[in-house]
């Protein structure tokens, strides 16, 4: 995959540059807000080869592009002229003319921590490996008093002590203000001569103002809230500040209004918070010290569908900052990780289809190392069984890891390539680790094994309709690579497949979904229709008809598995504007009538009707020759397949 050439795909398909008012990444996904969202294009970005999944939660519109994402993102943002977005260079990017958004509270800190955090995660991920590979030369004999050790403490330290002026960066681009003047408040919290007077004890005032002493190194939510403040700081002073001296009266107005407001009021509500945050985590695990791994280990998948997944990462961060652990996210996404990568190895081992065995198989690999996106929406949630298997097995994971205390001492992506995370001074604490993920592993395996699932090999029953016309040709049993105990190519006749519906034969490559176009489902040709009538394109028996009746699969008398999709995403219409002329099991001759659609109130309704044509059972023939191209009338020859 090419995904620099992604990027700039994606480019117009979002409304171009001016439209961006920011971009950031995470591991596996572009996280964009927009100044108006009717100019994004969200079906094309969707068929956008490259493009796993799009997710629009907590005021974000999430791109899951996979591990390569920082490429994409690189090229974005240098075709956005080397900004993140119209934050970045102080303005706002809203349209004032726009009313306003409104989401929920809610919403609206659940966009401020992801935003705030997504910058500075490399840092923390950077510092937490560092961490774990210091316990592991410890274990095999380095010296914890040496000065080697000291500095690569330090190193692996830097990120979390600092952490408010690395957050400070992160809330300027969300609050949008200046990202410099905000890390420059942040380091005034952290200035030696502060820790000084704190150490010293002694009463501290500003203009007879008494100044409570607080240790802000580690520190999360005082930060985010006094760079809040200092947004609307810098507003006033961006409005009222004469332009002949702007320059040097702006950042004065700005860092002495609010620095002291921080310092005086904001820095101890927010530490008082974060304490609350922490007495409160603490308190559930004294009493029920399975129920926090447990639920995470059992919804996290749903976490990240919804975008909260960053919803405990301030409690987390505070936490190993303070205690040198954490027991909030680590132990409970390790178990729903590795249940997931085991639910989706599952799928791999026991599918029959080659397209899915190869996803499921590199997908999983990927999970059980710490990345679950690419087989949370590539197999899991389109097979919906693996869903309720990998629940079951977080959840159990989730439960051993809570009773056995299990805790993660620096902060990486929970999986088995960030398991020295978890050494630290409880020796034991590894061994739960690797017992939390055999037991998450095997619970979601078994679970697929025993319940099964739908891979549209027809094994496992007819499969539910669903939003997605890829997920329901899967899940129906029209599949793309499978023998059904006949012969081979070897020694089959040609068979000659006629042109179902009069219009013009274009090649795949025409049809806005990569699922067609890159071939998944079969090889073929597509038809832009010139009638609203779709006959028997061979002498056969109608082996698939979707509910919606937007799909058809035929079984020739010759064993050529044929699918004929009508219209892009028109599985959306529930049924509106197709007649169904046949039903499963009927059989048809060269020409009969199977499906009747109305194709000028179809696009009215916003869609494509182009219909692909493919084979689905290509596995089991050599070629396709002889493909028509141009106008072409039913009856016609269109494909010869040998």
């Known amino acids: 995959m090419d995904y620099k050439k992604l990027g700039r795909d994606l480019l117009p398909l979002v409304g171009?540059?001016?439209?961006?008012?920011?971009?950031?990444?995470?591991?596996?996904?572009?996280?964009?807000?927009?100044?108006?969202?009717?100019?994004?294009?969200?079906?094309?970005?969707?068929?956008?080869?490259?493009?796993?999944s799009v997710v629009e939660k907590g005021g974000q519109f999430q791109v899951v592009v996979g591990n390569d994402v920082p490429i994409t993102y690189r090229v974005l943002i240098n075709e956005m002229g080397g900004?993140?977005?119209?934050?970045?260079?102080?303005?706002?990017?809203?349209?004032?003319?726009?009313?306003?958004?409104?989401?929920?509270?809610i919403t609206n800190i659940i966009s401020v921590i992801s935003t705030t955090f997504t910058p500075v995660i490399p840092a923390l991920i950077g510092g937490g490996m560092i961490k774990a590979v210091l316990s592991i030369l410890v274990l095999i004999g380095l010296d914890d008093t040496s000065s080697t050790y000291a500095l690569l403490n330090l190193i692996s330290d830097a990120a979390f002590y600092f952490m408010p002026v690395l957050l400070a960066y992160g809330a300027a681009i969300k609050f949008e203000c200046n990202p410099v003047l905000a890390m420059t408040l942040a380091s005034a919290l952290l200035h030696p001569t502060w820790?000084?007077?704190a150490g010293a004890g002694e009463a501290v005032d500003f203009f007879h103002i008494p100044v409570m002493l607080v240790d802000y190194s580690y520190s999360?939510?005082?930060?985010?809230?006094?760079?809040?403040?200092?947004?609307?700081?810098?507003?006033?002073?961006?409005k009222y500040t004469p332009s002949i001296i702007k320059f040097f009266l702006k950042p004065l107005i700005i860092l002495f209004i609010s620095a002291p407001i921080a310092m005086i009021i904001i820095g101890p509500f927010g530490s008082f918070l974060n304490s609350l945050l922490e007495t409160g985590a603490n308190m559930i695990n004294a009493r029920a010290s399975w129920l926090l791994p447990m639920l995470m280990g059992a919804f996290q998948p749903f976490?990240?569908?919804?975008?909260?997944?960053?919803?405990?990462t301030p409690i987390a961060t505070v936490q190993i900052s303070s205690l040198g652990y954490e027991i909030v996210n680590g132990p409970g996404m390790l178990a729903s990780n590795i249940a997931q990568g085991g639910a989706t190895l599952a799928v791999a081992l026991k599918t029959k289809n080659q397209q899915l065995k190869q996803l499921a198989s590199s997908s999983g690999f990927t999970a059980v190392m710490g990345i679950t996106e690419p087989c949370l929406y590539g197999v899991i949630l389109p097979l919906k069984k693996p869903?309720?298997?990998?629940?079951?097995?977080?959840?159990?994971?989730?439960i051993y890891a809570g009773v056995s205390g299990?805790?993660?001492?620096a902060f990486v992506s929970p999986g088995l390539a960030a398991l020295p995370a978890f050494i630290g001074e409880n020796p034991m604490n590894i061994v739960h680790a690797v017992i939390t993920c055999i037991v998450s592993f095997a619970a979601a395996f078994a679970a697929v094994w025993i319940m099964g699932f739908d891979d549209g090999e027809g094994r496992e029953g007819k499969g539910q309709e669903t939003k997605d016309s890829k997920t329901e040709i899967l899940e129906k049993g029209i599949s793309k690579e499978e023998n059904s105990g006949t012969e081979r190519a070897e020694g089959r006749k040609a068979q000659i497949i006629a042109v179902p519906i009069?219009?013009?034969?274009?090649?795949?490559?025409?049809?806005?979904?990569?699922?067609?176009?890159?071939?998944?489902?079969?090889?073929?040709?597509?038809?832009?229709?010139?009638?609203?009538?779709?006959?028997?394109?061979?002498?056969?028996?109608?082996?698939?008809?979707?509910?919606?009746?937007?799909?058809?699969?035929?079984?020739?008398?010759?064993?050529?598995?044929?699918?004929?999709?009508?219209?892009?995403?028109?599985?959306?219409?529930?049924?509106?504007?197709?007649?169904?002329h046949v039903e499963v099991g009927s059989k048809v001759r060269k020409g009969d009538l199977m499906i009747s659609f109305e194709g000028e109130k179809i696009q009215e309704e916003g869609y494509d009707i182009i219909t692909p044509v493919l084979v689905a059972n290509m596995a089991q023939f050599t070629s396709i020759d002889e493909q028509k191209t141009g106008k072409a009338a039913v009856g016609e020859p269109l494909m010869t397949i040998s």
């Open 16 to 52: 171009g540059a001016e439209n961006i008012s920011k971009l950031t990444h995470c591991a596996t996904r572009l996280r964009f807000e927009f100044c108006d969202r009717s100019r994004v294009d969200e079906a094309a970005i969707k068929s956008t080869p490259g493009v796993i």
């Open 83 to 105: 900004t993140a977005g119209k934050a970045d260079s102080g303005k706002s990017g809203k349209n004032p003319e726009d009313p306003k958004e409104k989401n929920s509270i």
């Open 195 to 197: 820790a000084g007077m």
């Open 220 to 238: 999360v939510i005082p930060i985010i809230l006094s760079i809040w403040v200092m947004s609307y700081v810098e507003k006033l002073a961006e």
């Open 303 to 312: 976490l990240v569908l919804t975008g909260t997944a960053w919803a405990m």
């Open 387 to 398: 869903l309720i298997a990998s629940m079951i097995g977080g959840g159990v994971g989730g």
């Open 406 to 409: 299990l805790v993660r001492y």
């Open 502 to 580: 009069r219009g013009e034969v274009v090649s795949l490559d025409q049809v806005n979904d990569a699922v067609f176009s890159q071939r998944i489902l079969g090889d073929g040709v597509a038809i832009i229709p010139e009638d609203g009538k779709v006959f028997s394109p061979v002498n056969g028996v109608v082996s698939a008809l979707f509910e919606t009746k937007h799909a058809i699969g035929i079984t020739s008398e010759d064993g050529a598995e044929l699918l004929i999709h009508i219209g892009i995403d028109t599985v959306n219409l529930q049924g509106k504007y197709f007649t169904a």
